[in-house]
């Protein structure tokens, strides 16, 4: 693995086409291009920015599933990836030695009024029914009078007890990226190139044109650029009245606190508390489709921060050190985009992920890549397929 003089973008003169250019250098290009290396194949990634940032510089790493009600082949898909997600993090932490803050450590949800609770334990039995692991684990949606620890939450004003989610876990963000660019760094057939903006993609020449006028060849191109997927997929599908999808606006804050890392995240009303390792607690995190300054947090973080301290005292005094605002993709369709484009095959869309990008990346980078290795068929929702999105 090579960054920097030779790659598009940095002023060399990149003299050769490559298997595969992965476009996007957040959590899903860097699975893409991790699992296509790993297969061996020639893979240069590149990013606009820097790699592990936009969408996936966030603080929150909450990783849940769907309601375990109405089940169906999304809300399988995803519990299934959530489950090898933790498989894939321990091989990943012992083949660098580095900690992606991952743990199982479940949910918490206080259930403010007493109608929540009935409600609540009919799920409760969805989870009996749906949340079993192959190897026989199962998981549940357990109803609890009281919070696991003293003031994990308050319990004022919660009149109907609270859900313990035991298949919720989390992983550091930031952490979680490093180690996956540290996985990349240890195979010789990946570059990366950092500051290298591909402006267009051709699939029938089969080539990208960079930013700085370079142009590379490709046997097949994954474009994983988050928000910026969208009209760069766009351009190369007929027409459309509408977009693919569009940015939403997120904002996490970080505080310095010392909470006990094995409590269950807390959610209440869109507030999410997160514990993580180090004396470190996440708070997040807004969804705004309407926005003015994208990249700059405002008062939604900060009543965010004055809600969190209200439900947790151990908060109250706890600083921020860090705040973090930044777009995601939302395809307009809803769910992930991901497959090669209608006859332009060469080209394949790996984006849209949203909020869940970080429990699902993994498993929607070997469907990306199923054509390009021919490995077996990974199952997917039809509405993850592009033919789904343009209808």
Do not use: C
């Not at 693995?1 to 957040?26: F, I, K, S, Y």
């Not at 790699?51 to 519990?79: C, E, R, T, V």
């Not at 894939?88 to 259930?111: D, F, H, K, M, N």
């Amino acid at each position: 693995m090579t960054e920097g003089d030779n790659a598009p973008g940095t002023g060399g003169q990149w003299g050769r086409a490559v298997d595969l250019l992965v476009v996007g250098g957040g959590v899903m290009g860097l699975w893409a291009a991790l699992k296509a290396g790993r297969a061996g194949l020639d893979v240069l990634l590149v990013d606009e920015g820097r790699l592990g940032q936009g969408a996936s510089y966030g603080h929150l790493g909450a990783l849940m599933a769907h309601m375990p009600d109405k089940w169906n082949a999304k809300k399988q898909f995803q519990f299934d990836a959530l489950l090898s997600l933790e498989v894939e993090v321990r091989a990943l932490e012992a083949e660098t030695g580095l900690s992606t803050g991952y743990a199982r450590a479940g949910r918490l949800i206080p259930l403010p009024k007493p109608h929540l609770r009935a409600i609540a334990l009919r799920h409760e039995a969805d989870a009996r029914g749906n949340w079993q692991a192959p190897d026989g684990r199962s998981f549940e949606w357990r109803i609890m009078n009281d919070t696991p620890a003293p003031g994990w939450p308050l319990m004022d004003g919660i009149e109907g007890g609270f859900v313990l989610d035991t298949f919720a876990a989390r992983a550091n963000p930031r952490a979680f990226t490093a180690v996956l660019i540290a996985a990349l760094r240890q195979l010789p057939n990946v570059t990366m190139a950092e500051s290298a903006a591909v402006v267009d993609l051709d699939g029938l020449k089969a080539q990208a044109r960079f930013a700085t006028g370079e142009t590379i060849g490709f046997g097949h191109a994954i474009v994983a650029a988050g928000y910026k997927a969208f009209p760069i997929l766009e351009r190369m599908l007929p027409a459309r009245a509408k977009p693919l999808g569009a940015p939403v606006k997120g904002q996490s804050a970080l505080l310095a606190a010392e909470i006990d890392p094995s409590f269950p995240l807390i959610f209440l009303d869109g507030l999410y508390i997160v514990p993580h390792e180090g004396g470190r607690v996440a708070i997040g995190s807004t969804s705004e489709d309407a926005f003015d300054e994208p990249f700059t947090t405002d008062e939604k973080l900060e009543g965010l921060v004055v809600r969190a301290r209200q439900l947790v005292p151990a908060l109250k005094e706890a600083p921020v050190i860090d705040r973090w605002a930044g777009l995601r993709p939302k395809a307009l369709a809803r769910d992930p985009l991901v497959g090669p484009l209608p006859d332009a095959e060469r080209i394949i869309a790996l984006t849209g992920g949203f909020k869940v990008s970080f429990g699902i990346a993994h498993r929607l980078a070997d469907a990306a890549l199923q054509s390009v290795l021919g490995s077996a068929a990974v199952e997917i929702p039809e509405t993850f397929r592009p033919q789904h999105h343009l209808a």
